[in-house]
């Protein structure tokens, strides 16, 4: 095995359209994100990333960094395919809401209509609830499995009653299964396989020439390696690649940075790209509307983007994970700014590098982390948060041990926010922050964590 040390240094990069930005005035000096990228990606151990920058609307920057092979040592070029995780969801509804511009299905009828053979648990469900993580379903994992187009209808047709944590329509709770589920429904109302309709109606719109669906497709193009573990120990080369066609439409497309930059630069600009109308404006209308609060959040949810305003902009995101890779796409569309982050180590962001792209491009400076302040809880109030939370299949238990509340597999709990919570770090798990879920009468109902809600059973 080689060493690793290729990992801090700068392997590629490239500025595009100096001519077009001197004519608009000083461009800033995107060089500058190279340090950043650097020094983060030694941080996190992350092997290697790719960055693009869109930049008034048009793509300005991009940058390859560390290495796409800790075995060979391959540095990262910016036009490598990395697998995206869960920022795949955006082109899912896009396919999906673009059907039913077309009138080929109604975002707000049950999917058993233009999907059969589903339990009838499930067929009652709309797509508007599977879009927004609102159906009520737990968010079970499904990294690896079978390869070919039958497998998305194989799983989808297996989800029944077992697979609901809560009743549709009560709270936003990410999961993963309610996208698998927009793909099929997508793939039923286009009458085409699910990879080959988005290739049709998004990728090849755009010009995303590269961007696949498929492994055997992927690794014909330059291709950064996934690799583990999601802890803080040496990465590792995730072998075999792990796939699963059954999960596609959740998290496992494949694109490089420049080729996500065109559907972002398309969302800016209610759909064109290059003169051209690439996606329907209603389109991009209902991809970005914040449809649903995030619980004790100052986020929506629209259709696969987090949607938000801060600073006086509007601002969508969304992050992604998946089995040896990572991703983060911000985009400000008052601005035309965007910034692409794709990783090959499980889950890794790099949030850092969207942090410093905001701050040259808009001046936003970095923020420092909030201080926070422990409050105290009297008997009868850390009563009134001990409980059972149930998704599905895991639970989450608070109960009063000695005079403080706790968790039952460890962790001291502090109050930090009228809602906001902390569980300690402990040998086996991180800290966890975590918000309880009242309702009207002041009952705690759900309790939220990194997006996934637990319904309270006892």
């Not at 080689?2 to 800033?28: D, E, H, I, Q």
């Not at 339990?119 to 599977?130: K, M, W």
């Not at 630069?265 to 509307?289: S, Y």
């Not at 420092?368 to 001990?386: G, I, S």
Request: glycine letters at 10%; hydrophobic letters at 45%; charged letters at 20%.
């Amino acid at each position: 095995m080689k060493p690793f040390r290729p990992l801090f240094r700068t392997l590629f990069a490239v500025v595009v359209g100096c001519a077009a930005a001197g004519l608009r005035g000083a461009a800033p000096d995107w060089s500058l994100l190279a340090a950043t990228a650097e020094q983060e990606l030694r941080k996190a151990q992350v092997p290697g990333c790719a960055v693009a920058v869109v930049y008034e609307g048009r793509l300005a920057w991009t940058g390859g960094f560390g290495v796409a092979n800790v075995d060979t040592g391959q540095p990262v070029a910016a036009d490598m395919l990395f697998r995206l995780g869960s920022t795949t969801k955006m082109f899912t509804a896009a396919g999906l809401v673009g059907l039913a511009e077309e009138g080929k299905l109604r975002l707000d009828e049950p999917i058993g209509r233009p999907a059969k053979g589903l339990a009838p648990e499930i067929a009652r469900l709309t797509a508007h609830q599977l879009l927004t993580h609102t159906a009520g379903l737990a968010d079970p994992n499904a990294m690896e499995g079978p390869h070919d187009d039958a497998a998305l209808g194989e799983r989808v047709r297996a989800l029944g009653a077992a697979d609901f944590f809560d009743e549709p329509g009560r709270i936003y709770s990410y999961s993963n299964a309610g996208y698998w589920l927009a793909g099929f429904v997508a793939q039923e109302a286009g009458g085409r396989p699910y990879a080959d309709l988005l290739q049709e109606r998004i990728f090849r719109p755009l010009g995303m020439t590269r961007s696949t669906f498929r492994p055997t497709m992927a690794m014909t193009w330059p291709l950064a390696v996934g690799h583990g573990p999601e802890d803080r120990s040496p990465p590792k080369v995730v072998r075999p690649l792990a796939d699963n066609a059954g999960a596609w439409p959740a998290g496992q497309l494949f694109s490089s940075a420049p080729e996500f930059a065109r559907f972002c630069i398309a969302l800016m600009d209610a759909g064109r790209f290059e003169g051209r109308q690439a996606i329907p404006a209603a389109v991009v209308a209902k991809l970005t509307q914040p449809h649903v609060p995030l619980p004790n959040e100052d986020r929506h949810y629209g259709y696969g983007l987090n949607v938000r305003v801060a600073d006086g902009l509007r601002w969508w995101s969304h992050s992604g994970s998946r089995t040896g890779y990572g991703s983060l796409v911000r985009l400000c569309p008052d601005r035309k700014f965007a910034v692409i982050i794709l990783c090959n180590r499980t889950g890794a962001s790099l949030p850092a590098i969207a942090d410093r792209a905001a701050e040259l491009a808009l001046g936003i400076p970095r923020s420092a982390a909030p201080v926070r302040q422990v409050l105290p809880m009297d008997a009868a109030e850390m009563a009134r948060y001990a409980g059972t939370y149930t998704n599905g299949r895991t639970n989450l238990v608070l109960r009063v041990s000695n005079g403080r509340l706790v968790a039952a597999t460890g962790g001291e709990i502090s109050k930090r926010g009228p809602q906001q919570f902390v569980r300690a770090a402990t040998k086996t798990a991180p800290a966890l922050e975590f918000t309880l879920v009242a309702d009207a009468a002041g009952l705690i109902t759900h309790l939220s964590a990194r997006g996934r809600a637990w319904r309270r059973v006892d």
